[in-house]
């Protein structure tokens, strides 16, 4: 058994926005689409963390205050043929909310990324190996999934999530949520 959690902050999707998702999935031979659970929108990676200093990560997201805002779930890309993604509207309060709590993580003594913040929900990962995932495929699949736009829905609280790997992709647990 590790000693360690890998971590992150993120949002919690509702039932009604991940049903929305669900059925505009499509069918591309050799992508592997997130599970109905497992959708959600990443606002800080963590990483692996010692047990130990864990309680102190849930701490202070438990302690974390925002103003309550709406989001949208809409528009869709790709990273690199890496993985494909939904896009979120407005950024501006879950960019606030991102530095806010990357803040409050990197006083804790984390190690936090450096790199642009660009808030999505992944909705589909195309394995390295995959030799079988035609391009434009993943191409299509993304222009298809352009005019998917969800209804708006409110943010209330931050979740902390652990990530345990597995052979079918990892299985994301919320340990923590903050009183919004």
């Known amino acids: ?12 999707l509702p039932v009604a926005i ?23 929108l990443t606002v800080n990676f963590i990483g692996s963390v010692e047990k ?18 709406n989001l949208t779930i809409t528009g869709a890309g790709h990273f690199k043929h890496r993985a494909i993604w939904l896009g979120v509207k407005p950024e ?4 606030a909310l991102h530095q806010q709590d ?19 929900v992944t909705i589909a990962r195309i394995p390295r190996m995959a030799k079988s995932v035609n391009r434009d495929s993943i191409g299509r699949c993304v222009e298809e999934l352009q005019a998917f736009s969800a209804p708006p829905f409110e943010v209330n609280h931050l ?9 079918n992709g990892s299985r994301y647990e919320v340990i923590a949520r903050s009183g919004g």
Request: with cysteine; hydrophobic share 40%.
């Open 52 to 69: 130990s200093a864990a309680e102190s990560v849930q701490a202070a997201v438990r302690a974390t205050a925002f103003t309550p805002f």
């Open 92 to 95: 501006a309060p879950l960019s």
């Open 1 to 12: 058994m590790s000693d360690q959690l890998r971590l992150f902050t993120g949002i919690e």
């Open 159 to 167: 979740s902390l999530f652990a990530s345990t790997p597995s052979a």
């Open 102 to 120: 990357r803040d409050q993580l990197a006083a804790l003594g984390l190690d936090m990324e450096e790199r642009r913040y660009r808030p999505h």
């Open 18 to 40: 991940r049903h929305s998702i669900q059925n505009c999935l499509g069918h591309v031979p050799g992508i592997r689409w997130q599970s109905f659970h497992q959708l959600h």
